[in-house]
T-cell receptor, first 114, second 112 residues
Framework: DAKTTQPPSMDCAEGRAANLPCNHS???????VYWYRQIHSQGPQYIIH???NNETNEMASLIITEDRKSSTLILPHATLRDTAVYYC???????????????FGQGTILTVHP | DVKVTQSSRYLVKRTGEKVFLECVQD?????MFWYRQDPGLGLRLIYF???????EKGDIPEGYSVSREKKERFSLILESASTNQTSMYLC???????????FGSGTRLTVV
């Protein structure tokens, strides 16, 4: 699976959008981009994933560049409860009966300030 | 609400003991995973299973074994616990295919 690079930490004001970048310049055509977060002392939580199109769900939006070498996770209106470690993970296609393991890096520590 | 439940939140065991960590999911997921998480090392995959009685080694299987006799339950076994197995253990499950994982809350194991 391709390696990802994320900033070690970021700050965001409550109520503002949090934009978390991720570089994955060696991503291959069949690899998906996944985002998870981990709030202190809890298990990681799945947020969103995508292949090449932008994706949105109730938690966040995922913007993937056209060349797929980078992506941005957007939390549109950050709250204090969004303070967490955010992991960007690239994973090979796990379609059909195959499986795709996740390899976690160090992630970005997002701190949301009042 | 769908859940992955780990049997214990905190566990203290003695060196040399056989330790069982249990994980149960109620989502009819095919895949189940065991990770450990340590400061500075992040989450590392120990074992995973893609079907009943099937298992695959992850990145750090040494000192561990697993059992999956029923689809909903995946057990991690430390045959002879050692102090370097003191860690946070996280279980996860997923459907087969390109889906996200659902994680449990974790078991913090201390081996003394």
């Amino acid at each position: 699976d391709a390696k990802t690079t994320q900033p070690p930490s970021m700050d965001c004001a409550e109520g503002r959008a949090a934009n978390l970048p991720c570089n994955h310049s060696t991503i291959s055509g069949n690899e998906y981009v996944y985002w998870y977060r981990q709030i202190h002392s809890q298990g990681p939580q799945y947020i969103i994933h995508g292949l090449k199109n932008n994706e949105t769900n109730e938690m966040a939006s995922l913007i993937i560049t056209e060349d797929r070498k980078s992506s941005t996770l957007i939390l549109p209106h950050a709250t204090l409860r969004d303070t967490a470690v955010y992991y960007c993970i690239v994973r090979a296609n796990a379609g059909g009966t195959s499986y795709g393991k996740l390899t976690f890096g160090q992630g970005t520590i997002l701190t949301v300030h009042p | 609400d769908v859940k992955v439940t780990q049997s214990s939140r905190y566990l203290v065991k003695r060196t040399g003991e056989k330790v069982f960590l249990e994980c149960v999911q109620d989502m009819d997921h095919e895949n189940m995973f065991w990770y450990r998480q340590d400061p500075g090392l992040g989450l590392r995959l120990i074992y995973f299973s893609y079907d009943v009685k099937m298992k695959e080694k992850g990145d750090i299987p040494e000192g561990y074994s697993v059992s999956r006799e029923k689809k909903e339950r995946f057990s991690l076994i430390l045959e002879s616990a050692s102090t370097n197995q003191t860690s946070m253990y996280l279980c996860a499950s997923s459907l087969q295919g390109n889906y996200g994982y659902t994680f449990g809350s974790g078991t913090r194991l201390t081996v003394v």
